[in-house]
Structure formats: C-alpha cells, structure tokens
C-alpha cells in the first residue's frame, strides 16, 4: 500500500509471498488485538467475496510484537477507483453493504451513552478543541442506541485490497465500542471526506477517483439511512471518529484538513437541527437527513 499511515506499526516485506507487521512499547498490544481479531474473522469466514490475508506466524517480547501475513497481489482503492465502471463499482457496493448487512443481522441494539461519554472525557484530556467536545455531549442528550456487534472497526478504503471477484480486508482495529455503526462512518470517511485520498502519495487521476468516490457515497448512506440509530447518531459517530484522528495528525496541513471536517460535521448537524426544529413547528413531518457533500 502507498498510505500515509498513522498507527505507529511498521511494515516489511519478508520474502516475496510474506509481509511482517509489527509494533514495539504501547502499541505492541495494540497490534496484538488487531490480529486476534483478523485470525477471528479469517476462522470465520463467513462472507465468500471477503478475505482476510492468512497469519502464518506471531511472536512477542515483553515490549514487541509482530505477525507474518501472506503477501495478496492486489490492486489499491486509487488503482481500483481509477480503473472501476459502474458495474465494479455496484460489486463493490454489494459486497461491502452485505458485510455490513451481515454484521448488523448479528447484533444487538443497546445504549451506550456511557461509554461514550467516556471516551469524550479522554479525548477532550487530549486538548481537542471545546466547541467540537460540546457539539457532541450535545448529540447524546436524548441517550445513544446503537445495534452493538461484530465490525472490523477501520473500514477505511485504504485498509481494502481489490482483486476481480473479491476483496480483502486488512488492519482491523477494536474501538470503544464495537458497532457496525463504526465501519459506515470509516468508509464515509473517505467516500464523503476524502481521508484516504488525501494521505495518498503519488500522483493518480483525481477528478475520476472522487467522481467514483460521491458515487460510492450516495449508495452507503441510502443504503443505511433508514435506520433509527443511523439518522440518530451518524454525526455523533463521525464526529467523534475525526476528533480521535485530530492528535495523531501529522503537520499543520494534515491537522486543519481535519480541522476542517470536524467544522464541516458540526455545522451541518446544527443544520439540520435547525431545519428540523423548523418543520416540527409547521407540523410538517421531518424530513429524512441529507447527504453530507
């Protein structure tokens, strides 16, 4: 892969049909977790156009830990994007919403307001700014229900590799909360807010990747937005996702690109509050929420 990343973990190639990821001090346990939970859906294996790639080994020391995987030959999201009509992109779409579809069929609806209050406590102790920790306290008011199960939990489309008949997931990441809710907002996060795009190095056609990417992006959301707790929490979710980015962001350019999103997401959700409180008091019945641009 040609990312940018942000997660510490160091990559290699050990021959020529092996990779090692690995990690050192905190986030050695991290990494930890993270192929605990790749063996766990790879052992699973419910989905027959997803993969993972095979663990062929792991080993740890008090302050280390790494994993050989096997090597996929594979294209990445921009290769995938740039190349992709609309047929690739619908079997895309298919594969990616049925996982998620999947996912949500095998979970359970609960309120979690307290865990997410925690994890605003520890990010506001990370100096993210007051209006953005505010903007979401004011989301949980009326309680947050979600449908709380299984998720890879960093559905980010740099984390995909694209092969003709099928896709395979890599760096699974375990959160605050464990939520389908959590992949929707990863992939919007580059369908809607070009993150990945926007950590990507060389140079590639990006009038046609985000012409793919809007289309994308206006199939996600209408494929989920019916649901209660997604018209509910959606930008209390993304939110939070970009304010937990905002620390580990890299130069100035980096951090008000975020900066920026998390602007954008406050301002559209008092938006729509607006509206919404509007329309209530016409009685005329609220209308379904917009897509973000």
């Not at 994993?67 to 994007?81: G, H, N, P, R, Y």
């Not at 306290?137 to 980010?156: F, M, N, S, W």
Request: with cysteine; aromatic share 10%; charged share 25%.
């Amino acid at each position: 892969m040609r990312i940018r990343g942000h997660s510490g973990c160091e990559v290699s190639f050990i021959d020529e049909s092996t990779i090692r990821k690995s990690a050192k001090a905190q986030l050695s346990q991290r990494l930890k977790r993270q192929i605990e939970k790749q063996q766990d859906f790879s052992s699973a294996a419910p989905f027959e156009r997803i993969r993972t790639p095979r663990v062929l080994r792991v080993n740890s020391t008090s302050d280390a830990y790494y994993a050989d995987m096997e090597f996929i030959s594979a294209k990445d999201f921009v290769q995938f994007l740039t190349e992709a009509g609309q047929d690739a992109l619908d079997g895309f779409l298919e594969t990616v919403s049925g996982f998620i579809h999947a996912n949500l069929a095998n979970s359970r609806v609960v309120e979690v307001g307290h865990l997410v209050d925690a994890k605003l406590i520890e990010l506001e102790r990370q100096n993210i700014p007051a209006q953005f920790i505010a903007a979401a306290r004011e989301q949980c008011a009326d309680g947050v229900v979600i449908p709380v199960g299984p998720c890879h939990g960093d559905l980010t489309l740099s984390n995909i590799l694209f092969q003709t008949s099928r896709i395979y997931l890599l760096d699974f990441l375990d959160g605050f909360v464990e939520s389908p809710i959590l992949d929707i907002v990863k992939l919007r996060q580059d369908t809607c807010f070009g993150w990945s795009i926007e950590l990507y190095d060389l140079e590639f056609d990006r009038t046609k990747v985000r012409i793919a990417l809007r289309y994308l992006d206006r199939h996600i959301e209408s494929a989920f937005a019916t649901f209660d707790w997604y018209q509910r929490h959606y930008d209390l979710f993304q939110l939070i996702n970009w304010m937990r980015i905002l620390p580990y962001c890299r130069g100035r350019q980096t951090a008000g690109f975020v900066s920026r999103r998390l602007a954008q997401i406050v301002g559209d959700y008092h938006l729509t509050t607006v509206q919404a409180e509007t329309d209530h008091s016409r009685d005329v019945p609220m209308t379904p929420q917009g897509e973000h641009s």
